[in-house]
């Protein structure tokens, strides 16, 4: 039989199709012992197999605190097998998880036994919608989310200081970005992992965001002395330059949608809505404008109907 | 007859199928469903894609329940009608739409989608011809299918068919009329709720005289939202009425 060979490499490449993905995650040293996995700037596709998200980890003594769980269980473990082999601790202490979205939270099926924690509001969340975020991207990014389910963080995290293994660790409660917004200050290094709550070179996404909440949220990690600042989304950076670009464009989105309210612009009217010069080129930004659009508008808009009809 | 004549003929037969063919053209959106739909809405009636039909939608729907939907028209003279539908819906009709002399061929709505599926305005002019624009919509789904949100709110039950609305002064005399209807909309897809939906509504000035009509069908999303662009002055009274034969009444002043 001359096509078994065939077949069995056809078998061989099904198999390695079922299996899912390779994301070559590769840790980018910030400090001594913090490090960080840089994701693609672009929307979910199954090219990058949800890897669109920064995550990271804190090195200590009692083993690595590990800052969000990827987008997917393959992402969890490939992210955990990397983690192992180049900590010094070789072991995993912690996970935290920032917010409910699910490239953020879907690989912790990866640490199982680990303690995981999250803010009481995400795992609210979570627990409610996490079956149905994880269903959507399993639409959008296909094989690399095989055999991934929802896992909803077993502790609460609050506000404060924490010490873990000979490192002080400060959490951020904020929220705005979505309903709770969890940041994790490293002292010793001065390294914010500032989750969504800050994105950079890459348009903010709000499909639960309140804004007023966010720049309030923004306020508060702008006075933290961080030398290092890990954006949810696009490159980490040193200056200020991060929070102040979120910042500027929250205050567009938030004052163009409002106008528009005003002079009674239908929805889609706005997705023809030119973008200032200093937006254009951030990734996605047309299309996270549109979608903006759609999560923040029909509000605005009921807005300027209230009372002025009658029956 | 000769082997030649055979092969005229044959060659005749073929161009007079493929003209017959060519009155419905191919579909830039290569929608599974648009021969079907193109003869089932259009017959005998000419149909052309038309770049002056605008049609402005989100390219995903982030929400399935409510995806909004701009046509605009004004590019071409003579609207009579305009039908807006979704191929791939259980219930491709959204809306038909009859603005009268005094109202521009635009409108905005909303509507639910059940899947990825094209989504057409089609504009029929005085000569009868039908002009198209379209673009595709990806969604998650399950819009048509999903119980209306307000069920469990009482919103209806304290608010059933309360009209809201604003007119905004535009250019050359005219105004856009945003509206809003509280009512559920009920496709008769959703298990155990029969459909229930507002099939008529009427757009008049204030001495009475129609504006403008629409016809609504099961996917308009709920609470309808609707923007439209009239070349009248003042006040315009809002008649509406639904599948269960209640009136609904309301008027929107300057
Ligand atoms: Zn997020």
């Known amino acids: ?311 | 007859m000769a082997a030649s004549a055979w092969r005229r003929l044959a060659l005749l037969l073929m161009l007079v199928t493929a003209s017959a063919q060519a009155e419905i053209p191919a579909d830039p959106l290569q929608s599974p469903a648009w021969r079907y739909l193109a003869q089932r809405y259009f017959g005998e009636a000419g149909v052309v894609f038309d770049p002056r039909v605008k049609l402005l939608l989100p390219v995903s729907a982030e929400n399935p329940l409510s995806v909004p939907v701009h046509v605009d028209a004004r590019a071409l003279a003579e609207v009579r009608e305009i039908l807006v539908f979704a191929d791939l819906n259980p219930i491709p009709v959204i809306l038909r739409y009859q603005p009268g002399a005094q109202a521009e061929p635009s409108l905005g709505f909303r509507f639910k989608v059940q899947q990825a599926t094209p989504v057409r305005a089609a504009v029929r002019t005085g000569d009868g011809q039908w002009h198209l624009g379209g673009a595709w919509i990806d969604a998650a789904g399950g819009g048509c299918t999903t119980p209306s949100l307000g069920t469990g709110s009482g919103l209806w039950k304290d608010h059933f068919g309360e009209i809201s609305g604003h007119l905004w002064p535009r250019e050359n005399g005219v105004q856009r009329l945003r509206l809003r209807v509280i009512h559920p909309m009920d496709t008769g897809l959703a298990g155990g709720i029969p459909a229930f939906y507002l099939d008529e509504l009427q757009l008049q000035n204030g001495k009475g005289e129609l504006l403008a009509k629409l016809q609504g069908f099961e996917p308009l999303a709920e609470n309808p939202l609707l923007s439209f662009d009239l070349r009248n002055a003042g006040v315009v009274r809002v008649l509406a009425r639904d599948t269960q034969a209640n009136q609904l009444r309301g008027s929107v002043a300057p």
């Open chain 1, 1 to 311: 039989m001359r096509s078994l060979p065939v077949l069995l490499a056809l078998l061989a490449s099904l198999t390695a199709l079922a299996a899912g993905h390779e994301y070559h995650l590769n840790g980018q040293k910030l400090a001594d012992g913090v490090y960080v996995f840089v994701g693609a700037r672009e929307h979910f596709s199954r090219a990058n197999g949800g890897n669109i998200v920064n995550t990271g980890f804190i090195d200590t003594t009692e083993g690595a605190v590990v800052i969000d769980s990827g987008s997917s269980r393959l992402y969890g473990e490939q992210q955990r097998a990397w983690i192992s082999g180049h900590s010094a601790s070789r072991r995993i202490a912690r996970v935290y998880i920032t917010h409910a979205h699910p490239d953020h939270f879907l690989g912790s099926q990866a640490y199982a036994e680990v303690p995981q924690y999250a803010l009481p509001a995400t795992r609210a969340s979570i627990a409610e919608s996490g079956d149905r975020l994880s269903d959507n991207l399993y639409r959008l990014v296909g094989a690399a989310m095989s055999g991934t389910q929802s896992r909803t963080p077993n502790l609460p995290a609050g506000e404060g200081r924490v010490l873990i293994g000979g490192r002080a660790l400060q959490l951020i409660a904020g929220s705005g970005h979505t309903e709770a917004d969890l940041a994790v200050y490293d002292e010793a290094s001065g390294t914010l992992f500032a989750g969504d709550l800050v994105f950079y070179q890459r348009t903010a996404t709000t499909p639960n965001a309140d804004i007023p909440r966010w720049l309030a949220a923004l306020q508060r990690l702008e006075a933290i002395p961080y030398k290092t600042l890990v954006p949810g989304h696009g490159p980490v950076v040193q200056g200020p330059e991060a929070i102040a670009q979120t910042r500027d464009y929250l205050r567009w989105l938030q004052s163009t949608l409002q106008e528009a309210a005003r002079k009674g612009v239908d929805l889609p009217e706005l997705f023809e809505q030119p973008l200032p010069e200093r937006f254009r080129d951030l990734a996605l930004a047309r299309v996270e404008f549109m979608r903006s659009a759609e999560h923040l508008y029909p509000a605005l808009e009921l807005d300027t109907l209230q009372g002025q009809g009658s029956h």
